[in-house]
């Protein structure tokens, strides 16, 4: 599982709580990315980093904070959870993804199921 | 890549068959395709990646092949096992940081 953790597995929360993902990593790697993935759709981004509290939004980021205060954490956050948001929601990292010479693949971590009730 | 898709479209094979399982890709620029293997209740896992500048590569009973023209993408299992049961699916680098995702397939291995 290439040395990424998510916490909690599993969640099941009422709507209008926030509720707060954490993933841990220990490869070093400097790029860490949460995605959501739901029935009838692909993996969808919804935020990425590139470096210590350097962030950026994917393509669903609407309803979705981040933060990275170390290299290892990065923190995704529903600040008032909706039921749209039930999904599983993944934690993946890379040692880069630029285009030219530095392709690499990201590595996924096992996942959060949430529930949004 | 969808593990948790109802309808995914289904692969079946023998064990021990080889299986090819395939991707349409939408986007001529892009540059890298990574195939992914994903288990229930578990994380998508990196299989195989390959660059745009190749139209062929090999791992350990895998192989990738990638058709430019008409932006297709296959991925080859040899003497597939009853481990290799899962949701696979490939993505495609449409630019930095941008990884598109196909919804994946189902392959499913018979004893």
């Known amino acids: 599982d290439a040395g990424i953790t998510q916490s909690p597995r599993h969640k099941v929360t009422e709507t209008g709580t926030p509720v707060t993902l954490r993933c841990h990593q220990t490869?070093?790697?400097?790029?860490m990315y949460w995605y959501r993935q739901d029935p009838g759709h692909g993996l969808r981004l919804i935020h990425y980093?590139?470096?210590?509290?350097?962030?950026d939004k994917g393509e669903v980021s609407d309803g979705y904070s981040v933060s990275r205060s170390k290299t290892e954490d990065f923190l995704l956050t529903l600040e008032s959870a909706t039921s749209s948001q039930t999904s599983v929601y993944f934690c993946a990292i890379s040692e880069s993804i630029v285009a030219g010479e530095g392709n690499s693949p990201l590595h996924f971590g096992n996942g959060t199921r949430l529930t949004v009730t | 890549g969808e593990s948790v898709g109802l309808h995914l479209p289904t692969l079946s094979v023998q064990e021990g068959d080889n299986s090819i399982i395939n991707c349409a890709y939408s986007?001529?620029?892009?540059?890298?395709f990574i195939w992914y293997k994903q288990e229930s209740g578990k994380g998508p896992q990196f299989i195989i990646d390959?660059?745009?500048?190749?139209d062929k590569r090999q791992g350990q009973r895998v192989t990738v092949l990638l058709n430019k023209t008409v932006k297709h993408l296959s991925l080859q299992i040899a003497a597939t096992q009853p481990g290799d049961s899962a949701v696979y699916f490939c993505a495609e680098k449409e630019g930095a940081q941008k990884l598109v995702f196909g919804q994946g397939t189902r392959l499913t291995i018979n004893p």
């Open positions: 490869e070093n790697h400097r790029y």
């Open positions: 390959i660059r745009s500048n190749m």
């Open positions: 986007n001529s620029a892009s540059d890298y």
């Open positions: 980093s590139y470096g210590v509290k350097d962030t």
